[in-house]
């Protein structure tokens, strides 16, 4: 098993004790062409969200069915998580990630055709989340055997700095391009980013071959029992698939931001400064954290997984937009912890494994957040959405320092 990282032994003259820079990141090609195809389908993605809550609320004039379609795109992921996932452990990484986007691509341009009905338009949106799993968990795997050391940590980094970024473009120009466009032709622009990242994934990252292993390679079934059992098994794994869940408690204020603005005085303007605070906060933390040395990182680890739920306290006083924004974004500051945890989770499963374990850890990451954001919204009917908001806060340092102190404790003995 691999050694956990003690900041004391850190040496500054050592490659391995002083932060990548994004220089060896983006030398190295293959992350380039990674790079490159991931900002086209990231954007694509919430350009189709836009464009087929749009399509279906102009069919049918219902706002209840438009926000059920919008909810059709996340949860698929619950399902496929556990269960496509393990493909990235069965078939080359590549090759893998490729037919995704071919068949997203295919599923997509579908939907744009004129008079579909909703219920096919729902069973080909459905598809095309689901293919979302694997895809994600090969890219997850992959990406360690092209940039290693913190030079994978900080590609990772700029990985999620750049989907935070292209899902906050996507949502600000999505309307406009659909009201320009129309939401067949902005399907259709969709469908294109998916085809469009499948060349560059074919010209530009080598195939590899599946990673060796002495064992037979286990069932659908088993693969899915032998990643559960992996990450509940070793006690890193689950202590920071457990830090990572901590995000269902700051998340889960998002599906208040409406009745807080309406709470604090603010309108529609600022439910979106609200909603932008947290990630703002998130792009600006992980920035900053690649610039501290990698052993540093997993000391902060606990500390900011604390401090992205504790500004949520605060709240209990009711104070102002700004003031509340403020806190919000120190929130998202903090929540660059799950840079640390994430690159650490991927890099202490056995590479056989990566794809399954990362799908299993991805979806609980999604689920805490779906609980999170359905029980602040049953409180907030009971109580006023600062007290949930402060409530939130409280559980999430409470559930943050206890995973904190139980991975500390696992890196000092046998997992």
Known sequence: MARPLDASSADPSDPA??????????????????????????????????????????????????AVTYALTFLPDIA???????????????????????ARAVLVAAMAIPGASLWVLGVLLV????????????????????LTGDRFVLASSVSNITAQAAQLAGFVTGGTLVAAFGAGNALLLDAATFGLSAVLLWLGVRERPLPETTEARPGWWASLAAGATLVWGDRRLRYLVALA?????????????????????????????????????????MLLLTKVAPPRRLTLMGPLA????????ACAAQPGLWVTVGLWVVSGLCASYQLAASAAFVLNVPDAQRGQAFGLARTALIVSQGIGVLAAGAAADRWTPAVVVAAAGICGVLVAAGAAYGYSGATRQPA
């Open 17 to 66: 004790d002083r932060p990548a820079t994004y220089g060896e990141v983006f030398g190295v090609a293959e992350f380039r062409w990674l790079w490159l195809a991931q900002l086209g389908s990231v954007v694509g993605d919430q350009l189709a969200r836009v464009a087929l809550a749009v399509l279906v609320f102009d069919r049918t004039g219902s706002a209840g069915l438009s």
């Open 80 to 102: 496929g998580g556990p269960l496509l996932s393990g493909l990235a452990d069965r078939f080359p990484r590549r090759g893998l990630m490729i037919s995704c986007d071919v």
């Open 306 to 313: 604390i401090g992205s739920c504790a500004p949520l306290i």
């Open 127 to 146: 598809a095309v989340q689901l293919l979302a799993s694997p895809f994600q968990s090969a890219r997850a795997a992959l990406l360690p055997s092209i």
């Open 245 to 285: 869940c901590v995000a269902g408690f700051y998340v889960s204020v998002e599906g208040l931001a409406a009745p807080y603005a309406a709470v604090v005085g603010g309108g529609p303007a600022a439910v979106g400064i609200l909603l932008a605070a947290n990630p703002a906060g998130q792009m600006v933390g």
